[in-house]
């Protein structure tokens, strides 16, 4: 059963401009959150990260909102650069943090 | 401070034979974390590692997959018997022993092949 669920394989969006990625779980116990970005032929990096406790991180660029009671999460990107194109994935612990589950992953493109 | 480290970057093999994946965590790291990512989907968990230690291995198959993550050198994730349906990217993470938050660091994957 896929717990953390990114529904939208792809999204294109002019340079500049924000690139909302989505991400929703089912699990209630996740209470930890993150965002990987991952280049072709290497290992995802970590971008960012919100405990359950929080409602938005934010670091440079890049914000994260999370919204307990729909089990929904978002990552915004403003502005959007080129070098942001890459697949970015969604990924939940929980409070004992042995391990991460991950989404699907959404391939980004920005356009110049 | 090198990141983790993987080998081999590839690797390619018949049906039935064996393969070894080696991590090297970061210095400093003693937690590892093996997972696979098969094409189109996104990485599972496969096994947690301590040093000498198996912590949480409920996502490796019952069979042919085995991990180690001994005192000295790296740590090892053996597939005996490959199949097709073994090839995947396979990525180690590590992190440090006092955690506060979640974040794994990544090495660049093994990507294995079976013919």
């Not at chain 1, 699990?27 to 409602?55: C, H, Q, R, V």
């Not at chain 2, 990141?3 to 210095?27: D, F, I, T, W, Y």
């Not at chain 2, 790291?29 to 198996?54: A, C, D, T």
Request: aromatic share 12%; proline share 6%.
């Amino acid at each position: 059963d896929q717990q953390v669920k990114q529904n939208s394989p792809s999204l294109s969006v002019q340079e500049g401009r924000i690139s909302i990625l989505n991400c929703d779980y089912t699990n209630s116990m996740f209470d930890y959150f993150l965002w990987y970005k991952k280049y072709p032929a290497e290992g995802p990096t970590f971008l960012i990260s919100i405990s359950s406790i929080k409602d938005k991180n934010e670091d440079g660029r890049f914000t994260v909102f999370l919204n307990k009671s729909a089990k929904h999460l978002s990552l915004h990107i403003v502005p959007s650069q080129p070098g942001d194109s890459a697949v970015y994935f969604c990924a939940a612990a929980t409070s004992d943090g042995n391990k991460l589950v991950f989404g699907a992953g959404t391939i980004l493109r920005v356009k110049s | 401070n090198a990141g983790v480290m993987q080998n081999p970057r590839h690797l390619v093999r018949r049906r039935g034979q064996e393969a070894r994946l080696r991590c090297s965590p970061m210095k400093g790291h003693s937690h590892v974390y093996w997972y696979r990512q098969l094409p189109e989907e996104g990485l599972k968990f496969m096994v947690y590692l301590q040093k000498e230690n198996i912590i949480d291995e409920s996502g490796m198959p019952k069979e042919r997959f085995s991990a180690e993550f001994p005192k000295e050198g790296p740590s090892i994730l053996r597939i005996q018997q490959v199949v097709r349906g073994d090839s995947a990217a396979y990525f180690c993470a590590s992190s440090p022993d006092l955690v506060s938050y979640n974040e794994q660091f990544f090495g660049p994957g093994t990507r294995l092949t079976v013919l």
